[in-house]
């Protein structure tokens, strides 16, 4: 299945590579967002523009600052632990600290299944176990498979858009997924549907005017 990915989030999946994704490496949510932050901090030091760019998108204090004044700005490794804090949702890396639980495995993979286009795993999965379907991420942003959907107020490696999305959306609310449930962004809280009108990726993969009926 074709997936709609901007740029910069291919150049950040090849930056991070499998640490992305090999959740099941770590006992502890907190350990795997460390190992991020510590990989961060080697892309901030070699200055790689898809890192930086990361965090003009996330850190409180360097929102929307170009890579060319974040290059010089003499970041730090704290600087990056403040990013990855904010992007998983967190106010502050203390935050990230206290998440001494393991992650729900079987959300992320359905999550990771689904922005791959991969339609028949996800309904495998939910039919397996339906309450998946309005489960909320473990994150501090709280977001549910239709937020994740939206592409917006997420991990920005995840905001991809696979072209198989309204049919994926449509069987999630088939399956009853709650559209008034709300994740925790930019400083409120918002419905997956709120956060679609505002999410460039949807118009970018050509499917805003499919998929904004259903949310």
Same mark, same amino acid.
């Given at each position: 299945?074709?997936?709609y990915?901007? *740029?910069?989030l291919v150049? &950040?999946?090849r930056?991070?590579?499998? &640490?992305?994704i090999? /959740?099941?490496?770590?006992s502890?949510?907190k350990?795997? %967002?460390s190992?991020?932050?510590? *990989?961060?901090?080697a892309g901030?030091? +070699?200055?790689?523009?898809?890192?930086?760019?990361?965090i003009? #998108?996330?850190?409180?204090s360097?929102? $929307?600052k170009?890579?060319t004044? %974040?290059?010089?700005?003499?970041? @730090?490794?704290?600087?990056?632990?403040q990013?990855?804090?904010?992007?998983?949702g967190?106010?502050r890396w @203390?935050?990230?600290?206290?998440?001494?639980?393991?992650?729900?495995?079987?959300?992320?993979?359905?999550v990771?299944?689904?922005l +791959? !286009?991969?339609?028949?795993i996800?309904?495998?999965? /939910?039919s397996?176990?339906? $309450?998946?379907? #309005?489960k909320?991420?473990?994150? $501090?942003? *709280? +977001?549910?498979l239709l937020? =994740?959907a +939206?592409?917006?107020g997420?991990?920005?490696?995840?905001?991809?858009?696979?072209?198989n999305?309204?049919?994926?959306?449509?069987?999630l609310?088939?399956?009853g997924? #709650?559209?008034k449930a709300?994740?925790?962004? =930019?400083?409120?809280?918002? @419905?997956? !549907?709120? &956060? %679609? &009108?505002?999410?460039?990726?949807?118009?970018?993969a050509g499917? /805003?005017?499919?998929?904004?009926p259903?949310?």
């Open positions: 299945m074709e997936v990915k901007h *740029r910069i150049e &950040l999946e930056f991070y590579g499998d &640490l992305l090999n /959740i099941e490496d770590y502890a949510i350990d795997h %967002l190992a991020l932050a510590s *990989r961060m901090w901030v030091q +070699a200055e790689n523009k898809a890192v930086l760019s990361e003009s #998108n996330y850190h409180w360097h929102l $929307g170009s890579t004044i %974040l290059a010089s700005f003499g970041l @730090t490794e704290e600087d990056c632990k990013t990855i804090a904010n992007e998983y967190f106010r @203390t935050e990230v600290m206290h998440m001494d639980n393991a992650y729900n495995l079987e959300f992320e993979y359905t990771n299944d689904m +791959a !286009g991969n339609m028949e996800v309904k495998n999965r /939910i397996k176990n339906k $309450g998946l379907v #309005n909320k991420s473990y994150y $501090g942003h *709280r +977001a549910t937020h =994740y +939206a592409s917006n997420v991990e920005l490696w995840r905001q991809k858009v696979p072209l999305l309204p049919e994926i959306v449509a069987y609310i088939e399956m997924i #709650n559209k709300k994740m925790k962004v =930019y400083g409120v809280e918002y @419905t997956a !549907g709120e &956060l %679609l &009108l505002s999410s460039a990726h949807p118009y970018d499917l /805003i005017d499919v998929l904004r259903l949310f």
